[in-house]
């Protein structure tokens, strides 16, 4: 039977592609350095591939890592509004929601919307991202903003 890589794993993976260091990482993740390194080196085993070059001095995620990255991401936010939903009160747009905005729109539309949406989900962490389409689109692709599953059918009054 195939190992599959845990979530402690990916999680201390994603520390490593955000600080590009393996002593900094392991700090973030609260770990030795060493178990750090282990912890990364059987995940590659487990994946049967190199997410990290290590003939460096420094850290390099390899093109095969920077996927990886990206779909932990997804897999980590999938499994944190798991945990949510089962948690959550059954209310419409509860926990976290990550949405990208243009700034020719932002000025316009936030104002208007965002005290009546505070006022109406008091349990909605809204994070906005201020941005140019492409980049805002790039963020979306990765994995870095996403829509929440639980919507309110009814409009804001």
């Known amino acids: 039977m195939k190992r599959v890589p845990t979530l402690k794993q990916l999680q201390y993976f994603l520390a490593l592609t955000e600080t590009e260091h393996f002593g900094q990482a392991a700090e973030r993740c ?18 049967g591939a190199e997410l990290v070059d290590r003939t460096n001095p420094s850290v390099t995620i390899t093109a095969t890592g920077q996927d990886v990255a990206v779909q932990a991401r997804l897999v980590l936010r999938d499994v944190e509004d798991l945990v949510e939903t089962a948690r959550g009160p059954g209310e419409p747009l509860t926990g976290e929601l990550r949405l990208g905005v243009i700034p020719t729109i932002a000025p316009f539309v936030l104002p208007r919307v965002l005290p009546r949406l ?26 870095e903003l996403y829509k929440i599953y639980r919507v309110y059918e009814k409009p804001l009054s």
């Open 118 to 143: 505070r006022r109406k989900y008091p349990a909605l962490e809204l994070l906005l991202t201020e941005d140019q389409t492409d980049r805002i689109y790039e963020r979306l692709m990765d994995g």
């Open 30 to 47: 609260f770990v030795s350095q060493s178990a750090f390194s282990n912890a990364i080196r059987e995940l590659e085993t487990n994946l």
